[in-house]
């Protein structure tokens, strides 16, 4: 699949999505969002959620490679934009505090479940790139927190923006990958072998999704490569490098 095709083909308006916030619907994924969360915002949530799954659900039916990619095309960009409209939401209208603490919570509950029900519901190894990409998916949540606290010179603007709009798109493909497979364990639902093969395709994008976080921060708080310096001898320095040396050819006579 041309990823870069699919992402202009499907409409989606990712040019002005900025790094900071956009991981913001991982909050509404915990499982304790409802219980700390106000009725009113577990509403929406809810109702964000129920149309996800049904969009989800038309993706695990597909039977072949060629019905994936149909139904990849169709839905992808309403995927992304609830996924967008939930973290603008949360970003909104829940403290930033909180946002950090549930997206956390709900990053180690999907580790849990592909750890625990991703062996018997896809095997090994889709199960292990499940988990792969779940663990990048937390050191990408890692970096967004640092971008977010960091400040972006104006003369990397540019640069920054072409990086936001890559990271945007794998990060979602990426994570459109994990939702389809969570609903599959959460509906017991098996799911064709040549879909489960897109599927773990698309789950690898989170590790460009990465790569693209790092530019980000990079561009904001730029690597310094450390230098050695060597201060210069007093005469206590000279006088311990001597008894050293004296120390030294005295062994090899021995």
Same mark, same amino acid.
């Given at each position: ?6 992402a ?8 002005s ?6 991981l ?9 969002s409802?219980?700390?969360?106000s009725?009113?915002?577990s ?29 990849f095309?169709?839905?992808?960009s ?11 939401f ?6 930033r505090?909180?946002?950090?603490r549930?997206s956390?919570?709900?990053?180690c ?17 889709v ?17 967004? #927190?640092?971008?977010i606290a /960091?400040? $972006? &010179?104006? !003369?990397?603007?540019? +640069?920054?923006?072409?990086s936001c709009v ?19 364990i ?10 489960i093969d897109?599927l773990?395709?698309?789950l ?5 999704a ?23 001898? #007093?005469?206590?320095?000279r /006088?311990? $490098? &001597?008894? !050293?040396?004296?120390? +030294? ?6």
């Amino acid at each position: 699949m041309n990823i870069a095709l699919t992402a202009d083909e499907a409409g989606m308006t990712l040019q002005s999505e900025r790094l900071e916030g956009i991981l913001s619907f991982l909050a509404s994924r915990s499982k304790s969002s409802a219980r700390t969360l106000s009725p009113n915002i577990s509403e929406v949530f809810n109702g964000c959620a129920a149309q996800l799954r049904g969009i989800l659900g038309s993706i695990i039916e597909s039977r072949t490679r060629a019905d994936y990619q149909r139904e990849f095309q169709r839905s992808f960009s309403k995927y992304v934009g609830l996924t967008l409209a939930m973290s603008h939401f949360a970003s909104a209208v829940i403290p930033r505090e909180s946002i950090e603490r549930l997206s956390r919570e709900s990053i180690c509950e999907l580790e849990a479940d592909f750890r625990d029900k991703g062996m018997d519901a896809f095997g090994e190894d889709v199960r292990n790139q499940a988990l792969f990409t779940v663990w990048t998916l937390r050191k990408v949540n890692d970096l967004v #927190d640092q971008i977010i606290a /960091a400040k $972006l &010179d104006d !003369s990397q603007k540019k +640069a920054d923006s072409a990086s936001c709009v890559k990271f945007n798109f794998h990060l979602f493909r990426a994570q459109f990958g994990l939702d389809c497979l969570n609903l599959a364990i959460e509906t017991n639902k098996a799911i064709y072998p040549e879909v489960i093969d897109e599927l773990t395709d698309g789950l690898k994008s989170m590790v460009n999704a990465y790569a693209h976080a790092r530019q980000g921060l990079e561009l904001r708080v730029p690597t310094v490569e450390p230098t050695l310096t060597i201060a210069p001898m #007093d005469d206590e320095d000279r /006088a311990l $490098l &001597d008894i !050293s040396l004296r120390s +030294a050819g005295d062994l090899a006579a021995d």
